[in-house]
């Protein structure tokens, strides 16, 4: 079975620019969660997606979005790049949701974004 | 406000040696705690999850530990070897996301 796949593995952007992000979850998974992170750094949590629904968001400004898709899918758009948004964008994915089920996420290798 | 921390940040050891990974937080009201190894650029790969009524997992040569009352997690890594060295984060699952540490850098060498 194939794991949480996310695409691209690396993009080059210049500042103000619109980028997008994919993430498929492992088959079955029903939740998807966005996390940022930064060289050094652990991950920082962005949303969280379960069955289309946003469940939870971090301390992200408004220029981060996503949404997910009735495949459950998901996508991560950041708008109006700047520089300090190069970092490493990770997607994971759940069964459900923690909360109910107490359960592993399972990672995706990443997308390393660079802002120039 | 949850905060994790990882201690030591960056650790050295010669093959066959026994290692202990300490994670601390802060808010002893979790779910669960994970750790993961991180490989450079790449991904987190799960290698145990404890439960927070479960005082400790695991895995082959991995073991993990958790004293809520404390805030206080230890992953035990037994006869090390070259290929364990990699970034090892743990994470506190808080309501709907996971809070991470800054991560342990270890590096074994033959």
């Known amino acids: 079975d194939a794991g949480v796949t996310q695409s691209p593995t690396h993009l080059i952007k210049t500042r103000g620019q619109h980028v997008t992000l994919r993430c498929s979850p492992i088959?079955?998974?029903?939740?998807v969660s966005w996390y940022q992170q930064v060289l050094g750094q652990g991950p920082q949590f962005i949303f969280q997606?379960?069955?289309?629904?946003?469940?939870g968001r971090g301390n992200f400004p408004d220029r981060f979005s996503a949404r997910q898709f009735p495949n459950y899918s998901s996508e991560l758009n950041v708008n109006a790049l700047l520089l300090g948004d190069s970092a490493l964008y990770l997607c994971?994915?759940?069964?459900?949701?923690?909360?109910?089920?107490?359960?592993?996420?399972?990672f995706g290798s990443g997308t390393q974004l660079s802002v120039l | 406000k949850q905060e994790v921390t990882q201690i030591p940040a960056a650790l050295s050891v010669p093959e066959g040696e026994n290692l202990v990974l300490n994670c601390s937080f802060t808010?002893?009201?979790?779910?669960?705690l994970q750790w993961f190894r991180q490989d450079p650029g790449k991904g987190l790969t799960s290698l145990l999850l404890?439960?927070?009524?479960?005082r400790e997992q695991t895995s082959g040569r991995l073991n993990a530990s958790l004293d809520k009352s404390s805030g206080r997690s230890t992953l035990y890594i037994a006869a090390s070897q070259p290929g364990d060295s990699a970034t090892y984060l743990c994470?506190?699952?808080?309501?709907?996301?996971?809070?991470f540490g800054t991560g342990t850098r270890l590096q074994v060498f033959p």
């Open positions: 088959s079955g998974h029903k939740s």
């Open positions: 994470a506190v699952h808080n309501t709907d996301k996971l809070i």
């Open positions: 808010d002893s009201a979790i779910y669960n």
């Open positions: 994971a994915s759940s069964l459900g949701t923690v909360v109910v089920n107490n359960e592993k996420l399972f």
């Open positions: 404890i439960q927070s009524s479960q």
């Open positions: 997606y379960y069955e289309k629904e946003e469940r």
